[in-house]
Nanobody
Framework: QVRLVESGGGSVEAGGSLRLSCVASGVNFKITPMAWYRQGPGKERELVADIAADGTSSFADSVKGRFTASRDWPRMTVYLRMNDLKPEDTAVYYC?????????WGQGTQVTVSS
């Protein structure tokens, strides 16, 4: 069974920073691509960052230059470092992977950015 557990969300003022973590289990983490999605109030879920198995990452245009992503194999953890947060970054952030031919999601962690 695949399990993804996010943490690190919270409430910050605009311009602040947060680091989200996602611990994965039940996957061959070394070879499994991961991703971060978010869903803001009244919005559809959107891709924020892709993290390839080799650590290469790509980002949505809306967060480029502000967010970075990384992964730690021994800890089976992916991270999303979010800097210069804006009110429009307010959302539930989800960790995601596709494994054994199906989609797996974490429970989500809330990020709230006040102006």
């Amino acid at each position: 069974q695949v399990r993804l557990v996010e943490s690190g969300g919270g409430s910050v003022e605009a311009g602040g920073s947060l680091r989200l973590s996602c611990v994965a289990s039940g996957v061959n983490f070394k070879i499994t691509p991961m991703a971060w999605y978010r869903q803001g109030p009244g919005k559809e879920r959107e891709l924020v960052a892709d993290i390839a198995a080799d650590g290469t990452s790509s980002f949505a245009d809306s967060v480029k230059g502000r967010f970075t992503a990384s992964r730690d194999w021994p800890r089976m953890t992916v991270y999303l470092r979010m800097n210069d947060l804006k009110p429009e970054d307010t959302a539930v952030y989800y960790c995601y992977t596709r494994y054994w031919g199906r989609d797996w999601w974490g429970q989500g962690t809330q990020v709230t950015v006040s102006s």
